[in-house]
Structure formats: structure tokens, C-alpha cells
């Protein structure tokens, strides 16, 4: 290797190591764009329906936030703390009764048999491993009080600073990029933004649906602390496959506490819910959401887990759906596709006559400057009129 390529080899380590280092941060600042990139989406659909100024729109889209956030902090959360603490205190006692009952089981089961029947302590304790490793990490980032709060402001304020000006801070973004790859970059901007909106809308309309199933559905069976169970299933449902699944937890211990059928009908409950979420809910309201297979956004999920705690799970999706348009678009198209075999392999290569017409190579296509590629002037010029337009 050359002088040079070393060079750029070396800076390309150190600049993985510093966004290593730095993982944590850039999570908080891409839950940030999310923040902004939801209102801003608001605020465009008010200035189209309205006809009022961006400005305006802006000042709406905030106070209708900070109008949700008083009515759900006001009417919501002092039931649900009240009944959070009940939760508290029945969960462990529905899985005492769970564990007496699995005990009282033992007596009738043969002695061979005896083993294979679970222990809820042992199940606990080992999952508590993994429990920890899941929700490690980065989880002490925002472990503290004042951490978590200290973080939540820092969403919140860059999240309101993007919202006022996008196109210098979407601007800027492009400009890391060579000018031949500016317009690219600014479709693949375009299209992510769509996705994130889609998404969002549908995640707040699943929510708020399977929050108040929940809570009509357990009010009707007798399950106590209904709305505590009905709010956190909503907001479990944020994460998907996952979080659905934590949610039932809490409501079937407490329905232990007075029968076994009561459970079951509790899981019964559930699993109509999520059916009919997964089957009629989700495709109406996602419906022009990026296409994403169960498999790899549970693989997904345990990967930003991993790497992030629990606010990588949190934000598995919108990363999903983010890190899935960039791979497709820039890796796959762009990289992958117009790759063309190297000479020497050709002799060996497929007698298929499409194998022979394949796309140029990258520098031939779509990598190749363009007769008017868009400069920095261009760049802001641009953003500022679509901004106009829209």
C-alpha cells in the first residue's frame, strides 16, 4: 500500500473509534432528528391545510405537543402512578402463588419427572443475566435521576433547534459528502424522512388503540390496576415483539392472585389484541411504511440492545428503518450492483447473456460526476426552496 492509502486507512480506524466512543451521544442527537423530524412533518400539514406561515405552523405544532403532554401528565399519569404501585406489590405476589402452585405440583409428578418441572426462583435468576446484558450498557448513561432527565431536555432542545431551521442542519449534513453524491444523498434524506413520519404516525395510533383495548379488556375480566397494565402495554408496544411480550407479564400475575382461568383469560386478551394489531391495525395505518421482516428487526433489536442498553432497544425501529434505506440505496444500488467482475474472471464467469451486460462499473455510473453536480451554494439554495415550496 501506498503512502497515502495508509493515511486514509488510519483515519478511517480513528474516525470508527471516535463515533465508538462517542455512541451514546449520537443516540441521544438521532432521537433528536426523530423528535424534529415528527414535528416538522406536523407542522407541514398544518401550513397545507391551514395556508398559515412555517413559522406559525411551527409555534402550533409545539403547543399541540406541549398541550398532549400536559393532558397525558394531568389525567394519565397520577392513576397510573397510584396503580403503578399496586403493580409493585401484586406482581410479586402472583408469581409467589405461581411458584406454590408449581410446587404443589411436584407432590402428584413422578420422581424422574420432578426435574423437568420449572422452578419460577431458578427461571428468574437466570435470566436475570441476560436481563442485565440487555439492558446494560449504555442503560447507566441514564441511570440516575438527573441523567435521565439532563438527557431527555437535550432531546428536546435539539430536537426544537432543528425543527426551526432543517434545511442548514440537513444543509450541512449533505456537505460531508463529495459534491458528485450531494443529490443522491438528498433523495435517500428525502425518503428516510418519509419513512420516519409513516412510521411515527402509526406507532402513536397503534399505541394509543392497544393501550385502551388493554384497559377495557381487563377492566371487563376484573384484573386490578387495569389502567397501570392498559397504559404500559400502549407503551410497550413501542417495541415490538419484544415489548408485547413484557406487557402480558404484570397483568397475569396480578390475575393469579384470584384463579388460574383468570390468567388465561388475561393471555387470551392479549394475544386477540396483538392479532388484531398485527393483522388489521398495522397494515391500514403503516401502510406506506418501509417493508420490514420479523427476523431481521428482532435481530435487530438485540443488536442495538447490545450495543446501545435500553434506549438502543427503544429506538431499535426508527434505527431499522433508517440503517435499511441507507443500506439499500447506497451499499446494495449504488455499490453492489453496478460492481463488475474483474477482467481475469471473465473466461469463467456465466455463460448467461445478462451476465455479460452488466451495469458498468461504479465509477462508470452512478459514482461519475455529473455535468452540473451540486455545489455548496447550490446545496443551501436548494434546501431553502424546497423548504419555500412545501
Known amino acids: 500500500m501506498k503512502l ?18 462517542i455512541k451514546d451521544v449520537l443516540l441521544l442527537v438521532f432521537a433528536a432528528v426523530v423528535l424534529a423530524n415528527s414535528l416538522n412533518l406536523l407542522a407541514r400539514w398544518l401550513r397545507k391545510k391551514l395556508g398559515i406561515q412555517r413559522s406559525i ?6 403547543g399541540l405537543l406541549v398541550a398532549a403532554l400536559v393532558v397525558f401528565f394531568q389525567i394519565i ?32 409428578v413422578p420422581d424422574d419427572l420432578e426435574r423437568y418441572v420449572p422452578d419460577v426462583d431458578s427461571l428468574i435468576q437466570q435470566a436475570m443475566p441476560f436481563g442485565n446484558r440487555l439492558l446494560g450498557g449504555s442503560f447507566a448513561f441514564f441511570s440516575t435521576s438527573l441523567g435521565s432527565l439532563l438527557n431527555v431536555l437535550l432531546i428536546v432542545v435539539l430536537g426544537l433547534m432543528m425543527l426551526v431551521n432543517p434545511p442548514a442542519y440537513r444543509g450541512g449534513f449533505i456537505r460531508l459528502f463529495p459534491s458528485f453524491y450531494r443529490r443522491r444523498v438528498e433523495g435517500i434524506l428525502e425518503e428516510c424522512e418519509s419513512s420516519l413520519g409513516s412510521w411515527i404516525v402509526g406507532a402513536m395510533i397503534s399505541m394509543s388503540v392497544i393501550a385502551a383495548l388493554s384497559t377495557v379488556g381487563l377492566s371487563i375480566i376484573g384484573v386490578k390496576a387495569a389502567l397501570a397494565n392498559g397504559v404500559l402495554a400502549g407503551l410497550l408496544n413501542f417495541i415490538p415483539n419484544l415489548g408485547p411480550t413484557f406487557s402480558v407479564i404484570p397483568p397475569m400475575a396480578i390475575a393469579l392472585l384470584d384463579s388460574p382461568i383468570k390468567a388465561l383469560l388475561v393471555l387470551g386478551l392479549y394475544v386477540a389484541i396483538q392479532q388484531f394489531e398485527s393483522n388489521l391495525l398495522t397494515p391500514y395505518v403503516m401502510s406506506q411504511q418501509v417493508n420490514l421482516l420479523p427476523a431481521v428487526t428482532l435481530l435487530a433489536q438485540v443488536f442495538f440492545a447490545t450495543i446501545f442498553g435500553f434506549w438502543g432497544l427503544l429506538l431499535a425501529l426508527p434505527l431499522i428503518v433508517v440503517c435499511q434505506i441507507w443500506i439499500r440505496r447506497v451499499l446494495v444500488e449504488d455499490i453492489m450492483d453496478p460492481w463488475k467482475a474483474p477482467p481475469h474472471t471473465k473466461n469463467r464467469a456465466s455463460q448467461d447473456p445478462q451476465a455479460d451486460a452488466a451495469p458498468a462499473i461504479l465509477t462508470e455510473t452512478i459514482l461519475q460526476p455529473t455535468d452540473n453536480p451540486l455545489e455548496p451554494d447550490d446545496l443551501w439554495a436548494d434546501a431553502n426552496d424546497k423548504t419555500k415550496e412545501k
Open 57 to 62: 405552523a411551527v409555534l402550533i405544532s409545539i
Open 4 to 21: 497515502g492509502e495508509w493515511i486514509a486507512l488510519l483515519a478511517l480506524v480513528a474516525s470508527i473509534y471516535i463515533l465508538w466512543q
Open 77 to 108: 399519569v397520577p392513576s397510573f402512578a397510584k396503580q403503578l404501585q399496586e403493580i409493585y406489590v401484586l406482581v410479586p405476589q402472583g408469581i409467589r402463588q405461581l411458584n406454590t402452585w408449581i410446587n404443589s405440583v411436584d407432590d402428584v
